[in-house]
C-alpha cells in the first residue's frame, strides 16, 4: 500500500495497483481519479500540502524572532528587565497559543475529512 500513496507518476499507481491485485472495478476508478486533471495531480497535491507546511513553518519562524526582539531588549536596557522579560513571555505565549490552536483546527478538520471518506468508502459513494 505504501507504494501506492509514496509514487508520484500515474501510471506508477495503476501498476502498483494490478501488482497488488486491485479489481477492475477498483482500478476503473483510479484511472478516473488520476486522470482528473492538475488539481487532483499527486505531484499537485503533494506541492500544495508541501507549500502549506513551508508556510506555517516561516510564519512560525517570523513570530518567534519578532518575540525574541523582546528578549535582546533586556539585554540592551537596564531597570525594568523583569518587565521586559514578562512582556516577551507574553509574546511568545500569545504567539505559540495561536499556533497551538490552528494545529488542533487542522487535526480536527483532517479527523472529520478521513472520518467522512471512511464513511462514504463504506456506503459505497
Given at each position: 500500500m505504501a507504494?501506492?500513496?509514496?509514487?508520484?507518476?500515474?501510471?506508477?499507481?495503476?501498476a502498483a495497483a494490478q501488482k497488488a491485485g486491485a479489481s477492475e472495478e477498483?482500478?476503473?476508478?483510479?484511472?478516473e481519479v488520476l486522470s482528473g486533471?492538475?488539481?487532483?495531480?499527486?505531484?499537485?497535491?503533494?506541492?500544495i500540502?508541501?507549500?502549506?507546511?513551508?508556510?506555517?513553518?516561516f510564519v512560525v519562524g517570523l513570530w518567534t524572532r519578532q518575540a525574541g526582539i523582546g528578549f535582546a531588549a533586556i539585554v540592551m536596557t537596564k531597570g525594568k528587565d523583569i518587565l521586559?522579560?514578562?512582556e516577551a513571555l507574553g509574546a511568545l505565549h500569545r504567539k505559540y497559543?495561536?499556533?497551538?490552536?490552528?494545529?488542533w483546527a487542522a487535526?480536527?478538520?483532517?479527523?472529520v475529512s478521513l472520518v467522512l471518506g471512511?464513511?462514504?468508502?463504506?456506503?459505497?459513494?
Open positions: 507504494s501506492l500513496f509514496l509514487a508520484r507518476d500515474p501510471q506508477r499507481v495503476i477498483q482500478l476503473g476508478a483510479l484511472k486533471g492538475f488539481r487532483s495531480s499527486p505531484v499537485t497535491v503533494s506541492a500540502a508541501m507549500a502549506l507546511a513551508s508556510l506555517l513553518l521586559r522579560l514578562m497559543g495561536l499556533i497551538y490552536s490552528v494545529l487535526a480536527v478538520v483532517s479527523s471512511r464513511w462514504h468508502s463504506w456506503r459505497g459513494d
